[in-house]
């Protein structure tokens, strides 16, 4: 496998079809561990896991107890923020969406995390693929790096906005979905041509849309669900059969 990228349920007490998500926090992390060992025997040397995690405002160290439970398997490559919702004060604009809280305590949550896991640390990457213009032109030609290019890296805080839905139930019949989006950008940041990209909680198939979206990027994808609901939609989306397995 080159390339996994997967959001597994949080452990939130989402409204899944099928599976139940209110584990105890030992339980949840010991279930985390196994999925990662499985992973780490099937991802090449020079392979890419990305592990999209979001976590509650009352418990903001979990998304670190995950990502420490995959430390057993993997190197810690890159720490991407996914950031859902943006607010510029000098344009006085807001962009994206989020799910509000109503806390005196907390902050809205306008991110989410998207760890970059590896087998050595040692992967490399394109991230020029998913690099962004300058916005002060004259850095093309101050630095001999760009190569006459007016492109740069773009850092690890992607704004990737949900679309706007007025349906959930037809637009996007699942609680915790990600951006194709997002995906798209994780396999373009790997950047290797002909990869197999798995997604294990493959949920209705953004990530398979993201392969598809990559072109010669990607020559094979798998994606795995508990849910046969969710796996009739991914199935629809993106135009394949499915088993039950
Ligand atoms: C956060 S959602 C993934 C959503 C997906 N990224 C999308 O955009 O549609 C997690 C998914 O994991 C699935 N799941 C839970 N346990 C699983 C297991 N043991 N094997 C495979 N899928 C599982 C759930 O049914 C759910 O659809």
């Not at 989020?98 to 992967?123: A, M, Q, W």
């Not at 002060?136 to 030609?141: A, R, Y």
């Not at 072109?215 to 994808?221: A, H, I, M, Q, Y």
Request: net charge neutral; aromatic share 14%; glycine share 6%.
């Amino acid at each position: 496998m080159d390339v996994v990228v997967t959001s597994p349920p949080y452990n939130l007490g989402k409204q899944y079809n099928s599976y139940d998500d209110n584990k105890s926090d030992a339980e949840y992390l010991e279930w985390c561990g196994d999925w990662a060992f499985q992973i780490s025997r099937v991802l090449k040397p020079g392979g890419s896991f990305f592990l999209n995690f979001g976590d509650a405002s009352e418990n903001p160290f979990f998304a670190f107890e995950v990502a420490m439970s995959m430390k057993q398997f993997f190197v810690l490559q890159n720490t991407i923020h996914w950031i859902k919702s943006i607010s510029i004060d000098r344009e006085a604009k807001s962009y994206g969406h989020f799910k509000p809280i109503n806390s005196p305590r907390f902050l809205n949550d306008c991110h989410e995390y998207v760890f970059h896991f590896t087998p050595e640390g040692k992967t490399k990457l394109d991230r020029l693929a998913v690099g962004v213009p300058y916005a002060d032109k004259t850095n093309i030609d101050r630095w001999a790096h760009t190569k006459g290019k007016d492109k740069r890296c773009r850092g690890n805080t992607w704004f990737i906005p949900y679309k706007t839905i007025h349906q959930r139930a037809k637009q996007r019949p699942h609680p915790a979905t990600f951006p194709t989006e997002l995906a798209v950008k994780c396999i373009r940041l790997h950047g290797q041509p002909n990869c197999t990209v798995l997604d294990p909680f493959l949920g209705i198939g953004h990530s398979g849309l993201a392969a598809k979206e990559c072109g010669d990027l990607v020559s094979k994808f798998i994606g795995y669900d508990v849910d046969e609901e969710y796996l009739k939609v991914a199935s629809e989306v993106l135009g394949c059969s499915y088993s039950a397995i």
